[in-house]
């Protein structure tokens, strides 16, 4: 059984930073595209970032281009999200998902993940 366990999430102020983390079990994800997306309260889920089973290639949102880095441990499972300059309106829940077919770009995987979500991490950025 998939299971995502999303980590890191936090209340910071304007300008802070946070790490998220997102460890994968059930089976290997090493060849997998993963990814993040967030949902704020009365909105729909929106892909934020995704890399590419090597870590060689990324893909971001343009509301968080520059401020955030995707990032990957193939040998834990593992995809990362650092957060710096945080904002207000990146205030949400966080949560991980991975591509449904190996070896593919992290170009259009909003639409490619899987239906098996975790129970996310709470970000939230005070003014």
């Known amino acids: 059984q998939v299971q995502l366990v999303e980590s890191g999430g936090g209340l910071v102020q304007t300008g802070g930073s946070l790490r998220l983390s997102c460890a994968a079990s059930?089976?290997?994800?090493?060849?997998?595209?993963m990814g993040w997306f967030r949902q704020a309260p009365g909105k729909e889920r929106e892909f934020v970032a995704a890399i590419n089973w090597s870590g060689g290639s990324t893909n971001y949102a343009d509301s968080v281009k520059g401020r955030f880095t995707i990032s990957r441990d193939n040998t834990k499972n593992t995809v990362y999200l650092q957060m710096n300059s945080l904002k207000p309106e990146d205030t949400a829940v966080y949560y991980c998902?991975?591509?449904?077919?190996?070896?593919?770009?992290?170009?259009?995987?909003?639409?490619?993940?899987?239906?098996?979500w975790g129970q996310g991490t709470q970000v939230t950025v005070s003014s």
């Open positions: 998902n991975t591509d449904t077919s190996p070896f593919r770009t992290p170009f259009g995987f909003a639409t490619r993940v899987n239906d098996y």
């Open positions: 059930g089976r290997s994800f090493r060849n997998y595209a």
